[in-house]
C-alpha cells in the first residue's frame, strides 16, 4: 500500500514538474539574436520590443499593443505602473536599444526611398558629384551618375514644354517641401548645350542660365569679343561666370582654328537656402 502511495505521489510531482517546464518554454522571454531581429518586419519589432514592458504588466496607451497583449496567458497587467517605475536589466535595456537601432534603419529606408532621386542623396556616396560643373555634365561618368534621378515628374513636363529636347531634370535638394532647386541640362534642337538652374515655389518656376555653348561662331564677333557663361554649384553655394572672351588669332592652327583667352571674369555669388536662391555681395 505504501509502494502506491509513493509511485503516486511521485506521479504527480513528475507530472506537475513537466506541466511547468512546457510554460517556461512557451511564456519564457526569449532574446533573439540581431541576425534574426533584422529578419523581422517593421511590426514585428514594434511588438517585441514592447514585450519587455508587458513581461512587466505595463499597460499600454496604445489599444493595439494592450490587444495584442492580453492574447498572452504570461501578460498581467498592473494599472499602477508607469514607465518611470519599471526597472530593467542591463539585458534588457541592451536588448529594447538594439531593436530601436534595427527600427531606425527601417525609418531611415523610407526617407532614403522618398528622396533617393536627388543629388544631395547621390552626393552622400559618390563623394566627387560636388562641385558640379559644365565639364562634369558633358563627361560620360558623371552624366550615367545623374541618368538615374533624371525621372519623369509634373515639374519636368512643364519644363519640358518651355525648351526641353533631351538632356537631365535632376532635383538637387531632398528636401520635399518648400523650396525647391532643379539642375536642367539640355540640348536646343539636339546640339547647342545648356544648363540652368530652376528655382520653384508654388508651383512658380525661375530660372538662372548656368551655361551655354558656342557651336557657331557666325553668330558672334570674336575680334571684338563675346560673353560667355560657366558655373560652379556646390552643395548650397553657387558661382556664375560671365567670362569676356576675345579670339585668339595669334595661336589659331588647323586644328584649332579659333582658340580664345579670356580678357575679364564677373563672378556672382549665390546661397541656396530654403527660403530661396539668395545673391552674396
Known amino acids: 500500500m505504501k509502494k502506491i502511495i509513493l509511485f503516486t505521489l511521485l506521479f504527480i510531482i513528475l507530472s506537475c514538474k513537466g506541466q511547468t517546464e512546457k510554460l517556461e518554454v512557451v511564456s519564457s522571454f526569449e532574446y533573439l539574436s540581431e541576425e534574426v531581429l533584422k529578419t523581422k518586419t517593421e511590426k514585428d519589432l514594434c511588438l517585441l ?128 517641401i518648400g523650396i525647391k532647386y532643379k539642375l536642367i541640362s539640355y540640348f536646343k534642337d539636339g546640339e547647342q548645350h545648356m544648363v540652368r538652374l530652376a528655382i520653384i515655389k508654388n508651383n512658380k518656376i525661375e530660372y538662372i542660365k548656368l551655361y551655354e555653348t558656342i557651336i557657331n561662331v557666325n553668330g558672334y564677333s570674336f575680334n571684338s569679343g563675346y560673353y560667355d557663361i560657366d558655373f560652379k554649384l556646390d552643395v548650397d553655394s553657387l558661382e556664375v561666370y560671365k567670362i569676356f572672351k576675345i579670339w585668339d588669332k595669334e595661336n589659331s592652327s588647323e586644328e584649332n582654328r579659333y582658340p580664345t583667352k579670356e580678357l575679364q571674369r564677373v563672378v556672382i555669388k549665390y546661397k541656396l537656402t530654403e527660403n530661396g536662391l539668395v545673391e552674396l555681395e
Not at 73 to 93: A, G
Open 49 to 176: 520590443r514592447n514585450e519587455v514592458f508587458a513581461r512587466k504588466g505595463y499597460v499600454f496607451k496604445n489599444e493595439d499593443l494592450n490587444t495584442y497583449f492580453k492574447t498572452k496567458t504570461w501578460y498581467k497587467p498592473n494599472n499602477k505602473l508607469n514607465p518611470e517605475s519599471l526597472n530593467f536589466s542591463e539585458k534588457e535595456k541592451n536588448y529594447i536599444n538594439q531593436i530601436k537601432y534595427i527600427e531606425e534603419d527601417f525609418f531611415n529606408k523610407k526617407e532614403v526611398s522618398s528622396s533617393i532621386m536627388c543629388i544631395d542623396h547621390l552626393a552622400k556616396t559618390n563623394s566627387n558629384i560636388y562641385p558640379i560643373t559644365e565639364n562634369k555634365l558633358n563627361s560620360d561618368k558623371y552624366y550615367e551618375l545623374l541618368k538615374p534621378i533624371d525621372y519623369n515628374s509634373d515639374n519636368r513636363k512643364k519644363i519640358a514644354e518651355i525648351f526641353y529636347d533631351e538632356g537631365l531634370v535632376c532635383d538637387i535638394t531632398c528636401n520635399p
